[in-house]
């Protein structure tokens, strides 16, 4: 064991920024205590994990606010609907990839930038680390993190559903690091030339493009519709017709006995509830968990179905039972001697039974008509029945007289529009016209209405049968949309002088409407001759839809209330003053007071979040300023995670590679374990816990290595080399005539046969690795050393995760959750595998192997 307290004859390679406090001289060899430096560098290492979470989660905030940026297009019904600009796929492929993964990517990239595009091994020792950590500890997790099932809305399993995208993202997280075995083991051993990093690089936007193709179906028969990236409720500003669409999906509809702050409050609820929270807010609202932040996450909200079930359904309000008139209006001859009347009732189910009596108008009962009354009586599957009039006949000349034959008491349900019918005695014997009275021709109605009557009317004589067909027209109301197209033929039996028939209207939950469509009498038939058909009268019934101005009033008040209720969980600022004022609260779990460890977590991160809170507000410019000004500020936290990782590294007597694949993966990729468990719990299935790691592991190789090894490339290939160049990758001699580094200016054979490398000072095992290039070439050279085993070890436990995925998507019914007997056995496997995986690195490492 070493001795903690010598610290003499120990040397660390500086960082880019520290050591800065003299714990070591001049020469970078150990001043200070052994043992207090390993404690000082180790709380600082764990501290800056935390600031470096802190920031990047403002980073992302800043990249939900781009990516929620949306629009309006028309949809395949002629409306506007609001979608978001970014599709999921790429959004969570590139920008949502690059937040959650920034620190490790920005690691890379500031060693490479740090070194003089010399090549380190922190950065891409650190991906491949995380990359296990995520693949394999994270998934183990989630498989045994999902609930068991309790019979209602919890299956107690996810299952991935979209296979394509997952396929590829799970494809490229293997063949990413297969891909850096060929290019530093096979194809230019221990070189990155200008073609391989640019190729790594590149295979960034192919994976990106892949995936959105299977995202899109573009691989199959069937393509996704429009409205399948309709935006959701997911932390944004609530507009009313979200709010009118709630109402509805509820159930509630208007209920006056809850009051708009009731109603709001309940909303705000199911709309957290349905809603699938996005990456960037599930690791941010992890990573403000570990550090006594302001939740963006409510708690237990549970799923919709809880919601909505507590309400009657709109099919059960739908189906209150109606009872009618078959008409509105019948004529009688004087000399006919009966009139009938029919009273229909909708739905005939059950018994049912409603009672009816006659009243005179300028018909006189006893004199012009005989009074009736009674009861009728529905047997179960009975839709009607009829009521028979006598009627008196004299031999006076009169006017045409009425009365009025009414329903009262129906045992259950309603009287419809139709409860009183009016009788006319007239002398006519013509068998009359048919259009719309003016007063019909014309409806207005709501979209809440459920069901239209349009009135049918008969007119200048009763007498005989006659009948037309009627069917609905589209105006700017498109049928299936705003309502039900329907048609049919009616038939006006003799003395009948009003029909009804029905027409759905769709309630679409619009805020605003204003469309309209007609009701058309067509194909007259009846008495040949002795009927004018339609004559003059109106044969089109014009119905427009608008505005229920009830409804639109409760609405706009609701979206109010549920804009202030959501304010609670809104990610970003709108200003300075609001980001230091959330930077002095402790932030704890929703309707709960915040616990010992919320304020300790608090006072901890304190100076991060003070600091941090200069970053510009995510509601600037798009989220745009705040995304580059977050992103320098993960910058610069990664230089100094780097700084700390190696000197804890030195001083604990660890190599950069066991450093990296150990405590700065597990640091990085905390936050992001706790993102995805929340993402298997909150979601109905597995992609997006599954695709978040498959999907990150793909993006760190391409973006994370192959931006950096593509800068380092390029430079060297373009500067060519320098003394340190030389002199870190080997020295060459020509024909034993230099004594200096080969001198390009006196020698200009590049193909000269007597050369000779005297070794560099390279530590990573690549002393000589200035022969691989061309004389008077540079590369920049990429030891392959402990890296390319570590990589060969990723991969293989890698395959072994996804046969595991494999089987358990084919016997325990998802690769999430199930039975806990094999969940716990699968998620140990993997486990094991993960221990597996360090385990040989730091052999490796440390030259065992």
Known sequence: MADLTNYT?????????????????????????RGLLMVLYLVGMLWSFMGVGIIADVFMEAIETITATTKTVKGPDGKDYEVKIWNETIANLTLMALGSSAPEIMLSVFGIMGTNYYAEELGPSTIVGSAAFNLLMIIAYCIIGIPPADGDTE?????????????????FSVFAYLWLLIILMLWTPDVVTNIEGLMTFLFFPIVVGIAFAADRNWFGADKIQPNAHIIGFQGHEFRAYEAAALLKTSGKGIDSNMNATETAAFLTKMAMAQAKPSRAQLRINAMRQLTGGKRVVPKDVGKASDYIKELPTVTELEEKPEVNFASGEYSVLESGGMVTVSVVRIPAKGTFSVKYATEGVTATAGQDFEAVSGTLNFVDGEEEKEISIKIKDDDEVEDDETFLVKLSEPSYGVIGPFGSTEVTIIDDDEPGEIGFKEKDATINTHETAGTLNVVISRFNGSAGE???KWSTKDGSAVAGTDYIANSGEITFKSGEISKIVHVGVIDTSSYEKNADFTVNLTDFNGHGDRSKGFNNHLVACKVSIVTDEAAKALVDDVTKMMNANMEQYQMGNGTYMDQFKEAFEVGCEDGEKPTTADYVMHVI?????????????ASWAGGWVCFFAALTMVGVTTIVIGDIAALFGCVFGLDKG???????????????????????????TADAAIGNV??????NVFLGLGLPWMMAAFKWSGSGPDDDWYEKYGTPYVDETFVTRYDKSVHTDKT???????????????????????LDSAAFIMPQGSLGFSVVVFCSCAMGCFAILSYRRSNCGGELGGPMGPAKVHSAMLVMLWFTYIGLSIMKNSGVI
Not at 10 to 31: I, R, Y
């Open 9 to 33: 004859g120990l040397t660390c390679e500086p960082g880019m920024w520290l050591p800065v406090a003299g714990e070591f001289d001049s020469d970078n060899k150990l001043v200070w205590p």
């Open 155 to 171: 299956t107690g399993i996810r299952k991935i559903s979209d296979m394509s995208v997952y396929s590829v993202t799970a494809f």
């Open 466 to 468: 006659i009948g037309c």
């Open 605 to 617: 991160n304190f100076p991060f979040k003070i600091v941090y809170a200069i970053v510009p507000p």
């Open 658 to 684: 066991t450093t990296a694949i150990t405590f700065v993966a597990l640091g990085t990729s905390l936050p992001d374990t706790f993102a995805s468990k929340s993402a298997a719990v909150g979601d109905d």
């Open 694 to 699: 498959t999907g990150s592991n793909a993006v």
């Open 752 to 774: 000269s046969d007597n050369v000779f490398w005297m070794p560099g000072n390279d530590l990573q095992g690549c002393e000589t690795c200035a022969s691989l290039v061309e």
